[in-house]
């Protein structure tokens, strides 16, 4: 099971319960865990395929570090807060020229996905991701993280007075010249007594200063949505309202949609694109044709920072309501 979640500070993300789940995020399917066990009998071959290997032990508060085919990925952990949960963190460190996806990786790709089933003592582990940026390779664009990143996690224990065994298998995508799917399982012990690792904790605030947060008058916002049709495609113009002293070229606008098997990337309005009224434009694609309302999340970055706005679009009506965002939000049809 995977839900779009805020954090109460308008950030963007998921939860993982203590089911695998297939992310609705997803362009393609992932190896079969079937299939991953098969390949992780042949080493040479599983390497290939991007699939690390199982973590060994490590100090308190780091991971192993996992190697794959392009980099390696460990788990990092602060430490305990004082609501009785850990924050920790994904990360991923990449070798020169590799990349990584965002939840929603665009039009190529393949977002990341976890499992938490091996782990012990767990409720249930919410997933944040920083803002990425665009990637074009001349045939497609996608939502990327290059040279690494750490995804926070907040994880809640079920008995927070008892140890966690945080044990994670995570499957990506990631790319050079060519892209491959990666699999690697990576594992931390969270102890209710741990002293703070204060590198780890520092790592995970930078991450979390990137996650996308609630605009403020200082920041770009969506002020107008527009569905329509266009050559049987149906087209969503974005308007956005900026503050002083930013432009439209200062502004990158990243949408993501649980409800979408594929979806575009947002791209500039062009002068020759007649019917189009907002700023930006993005192909709906990839939604199920049986359902009349779909969430949208956009993410606005500019100046190095991020905010986010959700809205729940009615596609019949072309009406949209704000989740967490501004109530000066408005869409027509």
Not at 145 to 150: E, I, W
Not at 163 to 172: E, Y
Request: glycine share 10%; charged share 20%.
């Amino acid at each position: 099971m995977m839900e779009a979640t805020g954090d109460g500070r308008g950030k963007i993300g998921y939860v993982i319960r203590m089911i695998r789940f297939q992310s609705s995020w997803s362009r393609r399917p992932f190896l079969s865990f079937v299939l991953a066990a098969a390949l992780a009998a042949l080493p040479g071959l599983a390497i290939g395929l991007g699939i690390g290997l199982v973590p060994g032990p490590a100090r308190a508060g780091v991971g192993a570090w996992v190697t794959f085919e392009g980099g390696m990925v460990r788990l990092v952990s602060a430490g305990p807060l004082t609501d009785g949960t850990y924050g920790a963190g994904l990360e991923f460190a990449l070798e020169p020229g590799w990349h990584t996806y965002w939840m929603h990786p665009g039009e190529a790709g393949i977002p990341p996905e976890l499992d938490a089933r091996p782990s012990s003592n767990i409720a249930m582990v919410a997933v944040q991701f920083p803002y990425p940026e665009r990637y074009d390779d001349g045939f497609s664009q996608s939502n990327i993280y290059k040279d690494g990143v750490l995804l926070p996690l907040v994880v809640t224990p079920q008995d927070p007075a008892r140890p966690v065994d945080l044990d994670l298998t995570v499957t990506f995508g990631i790319c050079k010249e060519i892209c491959i799917p990666g699999e690697a399982r990576v594992a931390l012990a969270l102890e209710p007594a741990a002293q703070p690792d204060p590198a780890s904790a520092r790592a995970i605030a930078r991450a979390l200063a990137d996650v996308p947060g609630a605009p403020g008058p200082d920041s770009p916002q969506v002020s107008r949505l527009f569905l329509r049709k266009d050559a049987q495609k149906e087209k969503l113009d974005i308007s956005l309202a900026l503050p002083a002293g930013l432009t439209l070229d200062d502004v990158s606008v990243f949408v993501a949609a649980p409800d979408a098997l594929s979806l575009g990337v947002p791209r500039r309005r062009q002068p020759d694109w007649k019917k189009a009224t907002g700023d930006w434009v993005l192909a709906l694609s990839g939604l199920p044709k049986s359902r009349t309302e779909v969430t949208l999340s956009f993410v606005l970055v500019a100046g190095g920072k991020a905010v986010t706005q959700t809205v729940r679009l009615n596609r019949d009506t072309g009406v949209a309501v704000a989740v967490d965002a501004p109530p000066s939000l408005a869409a027509t049809r």
